[in-house]
């Protein structure tokens, strides 16, 4: 059989990767083809993105393709959840996209929840009202920014952004329209109400369907990049959703998954949304998944405390070595542990203080060195998955034999270890470039390489070799 290539375009929260997938009928081969970093800019008043360096980036990635000569027959995208761009009516972007690390946020909590409670919004939506939701972001454009709402024809997400300028076509995905508090799971549709109590129009595009296709790319871009025209897939377009795809269980009803980057999802899969007292107490979400599967989980800080130390480790010269790390936490007493979710690790910067000065507040033994900055933080984050593992048998009220953990975390030797020990069950560990293979799923799916995402997971099971803890 002809061997297929695909371009996955993988935006996270720290850096973005260009992933080749390529599929010979049997297995599926990955190949970083680009990775970039993408970076936060504060500027005057907020924290933006620069989506047009992140187009850039992409269009580079294509043209390795031509340089290569890798005859791609598709691209998709996904990237994180929450974050939008505006266009007016002639279809020109209106600014740069904020961050939801932005602050513009911060003081209309009450204001909002007062127009909206947690409980309407919790029934409605199957989300936790955080303040950093695609819903406050929108309130917040009402006061100093009220320009974009007068002007603005569409709002894109970020990967909907991407594919608009790539095709030129609109679109959005219930993936990440479902973590936005403005999108109801059980009419898999906009809630309008909500955007008339909120007094903003509802600038959002109608919704696609998982491995639809949103158009070819545009001739401007092909003649740049060398490329032949070829379609862009609607993929799960929520990185987060894309992750779960690569979850290489038939059934996900019967484990739970863990997708660790960034930001790590703790969760399973569920028939229906849960919206009971008890989900909402310990701020479980319902997103969408592929092909709508209804996604059960809790969203708590992942890998970002790591990533941020790691930053000021490398700009003193030093790299991290996993290997190092974790043969000396095997043999270390060493048992402090942060609050991986406490609000002084939300913001960047001075991490590594922030880490000591966390561990002396708690009365705990302060970290003297990096090997134990390193073990408070992964020992913190394990102790989070324990008390949210817990949290999500009691809702659910059934026991779970295993877990599966996707995503960079996947290669931390020492999480999966302390996962499974603090636990009590068996972890799998794999795919790495989760979000990246989710991505290259939806588009051989589309195209017709793939029957469905049952036949997706036995090509999984083919393609990657999972370590057990």
Request: charged content about 25%; aromatic content about 10%.
């Amino acid at each position: 059989m002809k061997t297929i290539n695909v371009l996955a375009m993988d935006y996270g929260a720290s850096n973005g990767r260009g992933v080749i997938g390529s599929f010979d009928g049997e297995k599926i081969y990955i190949k970083q083809l680009h990775r970039f970093p993408n970076v936060a800019v504060a500027c005057h008043k907020g924290v933006y993105w620069d989506i047009l360096f992140l187009f850039n980036e992409l269009k580079t990635a294509l043209k390795k393709c031509a340089v290569d000569m890798i005859p791609v027959s598709s691209i998709g995208i996904d990237a994180w959840g929450l974050d939008f761009g505006v266009l007016d009516s002639d279809g020109n972007l209106l600014g740069n996209p904020h961050s939801y690390r932005d602050n513009r946020v911060d003081r209309i909590k009450d204001e909002l929840l007062s127009i909206l409670s947690e409980e309407e919004l919790y029934s409605k939506t199957g989300m936790y009202p955080l303040q950093i939701a695609t819903l406050f972001q929108l309130y917040s454009m009402k006061n100093g920014e009220s320009a974009f709402l007068r002007e603005g024809k569409d709002c894109l997400f970020v990967p909907d952004l991407l594919s608009y300028f790539l095709t030129g076509n609109k679109s959005s995905d219930d993936t990440l329209a479902s973590v936005s508090l403005l999108y109801s799971p059980f009419e898999n549709s906009w809630i309008d109400g909500f955007f008339r109590k909120i007094g903003v129009p509802n600038l959002f595009p109608d919704t696609l369907h998982s491995s639809s296709v949103i158009g070819n790319v545009r001739d401007q871009v092909c003649e740049e990049t060398g490329i032949k025209s070829i379609p862009v897939i609607k993929t799960a377009s929520h990185d987060t959703a894309s992750a779960i795809a690569s979850v290489p269980a038939v059934n996900k009803e019967e484990v739970i998954y863990i997708s660790c980057g960034t930001w790590s999802v703790v969760g399973t899969t569920v028939k229906r949304p849960v919206t009971d007292h008890e989900a909402l107490r310990c701020r479980f979400n319902n997103e969408i998944g592929y092909d709508g599967e209804m996604m059960f989980v809790k969203n708590i800080t992942g890998l970002w405390v790591l990533q941020e130390c790691e930053k000021e480790w490398s700009a003193h010269g030093y790299t991290i070595d996993y290997r190092h790390m974790a043969d000396h936490a095997m043999k270390s007493d060493f048992d402090s542990a942060i609050d991986i979710m406490s609000p002084e690790f939300s913001q960047p910067g001075d991490m590594n203080r922030k880490v000591a000065d966390h561990c002396r507040k708690k009365g705990q033994r302060v970290p003297d060195n990096r090997e134990e900055i390193y073990m408070s933080i992964i020992q913190g984050l394990v102790d989070e998955y324990s008390k949210t593992i817990y949290e999500l048998r009691d809702i659910m009220k059934r026991d779970y034999g295993r877990i599966h953990i996707v995503g960079g975390g996947a290669r931390n030797d020492y999480l999966c270890m302390r996962t499974a020990a603090k636990t009590g069950m068996s972890v799998m560990a794999g795919p790495y470039e989760a979000a990246a293979t989710g991505n290259i799923l939806s588009q051989l799916i589309a195209l017709g390489e793939l029957d469905s995402i049952s036949e997706a997971k036995r090509v999984l099971e083919r393609s990657f070799e999972l370590k057990k803890y």
